[in-house]
């Protein structure tokens, strides 16, 4: 067992009960294949909590500044994650992301680029969306309800796979398809916030 497997397991253990968390749409992610999860970006575990409910191990872009410590680069690399600069346009990141999907592996992606101060969805950033069209990756928008507080019931909404085919073909621009990605994901907020 990978020590990504047993961290994952642990971490599960110890977030579903605490925060009650409840995981919808499993299905809905493909067993195998290319395949980017986003999912609307609220706190720093969401990582966790999207690694832990996900029925495939995913690969995280994670900013830059936290590789810099050398005990934390080597515990977040054997975790699946990767460094991306922050701002600006990193190469060397995309190809990597790239090469992942091309691989068949998934790659987890919150679009915002940031965490949401007021638990709102904000706008996407483009590169999700240079993601979903460079690649023939399934595309699984995610949704995270509610506040991570102890006792309070959070919710993990999988959806179904985002179509990008015709985009693909149309040679649409990166924001357009980020645009319909942020859609799915809010409309899954929309739907599943209220019950």
Sequence with gaps: MSFYTIAKNIV????KPMFRIKVFGKENIPNDGPLIICSNHISNIDPPVVGGSSTRDIHFLAKEELFKKKWLNKLLTSLNAFPIKRGMSDRQALRQAL???KDGRALGLF???TRSKTGQLGEGLSG???FALRSEAAVVPCAIIGPYKIGRKVKVVYGEPIEMADLRMEKATAKQATDR????IRQLIEKNSSN
């Excluded at 599960?12 to 977030?15: H, T, V």
């Design 181 to 184: 990605i942020m859609e799915a």
């Design 99 to 101: 090469t992942l999907l």
């Design 111 to 113: 679009p915002e680029g």
């Design 128 to 130: 999700i969306g240079f």
């Design 12 to 15: 599960w253990y110890i977030f």
